[in-house]
């Protein structure tokens, strides 16, 4: 069964980085995108961007450019999302979630159980 | 590519027909996809393709449209169906989704 396992909350001072990562198994990981979203507290979803694990080509959404990292480790099927410089706006739930097929535009089929990032002083 | 939902907010009974609405900015064709997401819980897929109900998803959700205008439609509520409902385009980047509809009980 498709499992997307993420890292712990974190609490965060403002300037600072987090580093949250997604463990895959069930499926084979390098055949589909791995996307991360995030929910601001009682907010929508905000796509912040999704790696292809196969190559480990990144597309950001301009909102997050020059502060999102998405990297990917093949050998442990994990998925990774470093924030740099972080501020209160930044407090969220953040989750990865897998393509469904092949393609960077395919629906979200599995997500992670989502991590808390608070960012506090 | 901006997602408008409307309702934002809606109060059902079990049983009762529920429909939300989205509307595009600008015609996706059918890259549209609907979520359902209960509180403290990620996000569940369940139509995609505008149409296309995902695996394991119970027949009384549908959804239909193409272009700019589409709807999710919940045949006979259930209980299990009182959550906070989601479209997201799939057609440009960035990807983006709607403001979200809660369906609340009457």
């Known amino acids: 069964q498709v499992q997307l396992v993420q890292s712990g909350a974190e609490v965060k001072k403002p300037g600072a980085s987090v580093k949250v990562s997604c463990k895959a198994s069930?499926?084979?990981?390098?055949?589909?995108?791995m996307h991360w979203v995030r929910q601001a507290p009682g907010q929508g979803l905000e796509w912040m961007g999704w790696?292809?694990?196969?190559?480990?080509?990144?597309n950001y959404a301009q909102n997050f450019q020059g502060r999102v990292t998405m990297t990917r480790d093949t050998s442990i099927s994990t998925a990774y999302m470093e924030l740099s410089r972080l501020t209160s706006d930044d407090t969220a739930v953040y989750y990865c979630?897998?393509?469904?097929?092949?393609?960077?535009?395919?629906?979200?089929?599995?997500w992670g159980q989502g991590t808390l990032v608070t960012v506090s002083s | 590519i901006q997602l408008t939902q409307s309702p934002s907010s809606l109060s059902a009974s079990v049983g009762d027909r529920v429909t939300i609405t989205c509307r595009a900015s600008?015609?996706?064709?059918?890259?549209l996809a609907w979520y359902q997401q209960k509180p403290g819980k990620a996000p569940k897929l369940l139509i995609y393709?505008?149409?296309t109900l995902q695996s394991g998803v119970p027949s009384r959700f549908s959804g239909s449209g193409s272009g700019t205008d589409f709807t999710l439609t919940i045949s006979s509520l259930q209980p299990e169906d009182f959550a906070t409902y989601y479209c997201?385009?799939?057609?440009?980047?960035?990807?983006?989704f709607g403001g979200g509809t809660k369906v609340e009980i009457k």
């Open positions: 393709a505008a149409s």
């Open positions: 979630a897998k393509s469904s097929k092949n393609r960077s535009s395919s629906p979200f089929d599995y």
């Open positions: 790696i292809n694990p196969n190559s480990g080509v990144t």
């Open positions: 069930g499926y084979t990981f390098t055949g589909h995108y």
């Open positions: 600008q015609g996706i064709s059918n890259y």
């Open positions: 997201q385009q799939l057609n440009s980047y960035p990807l983006t």
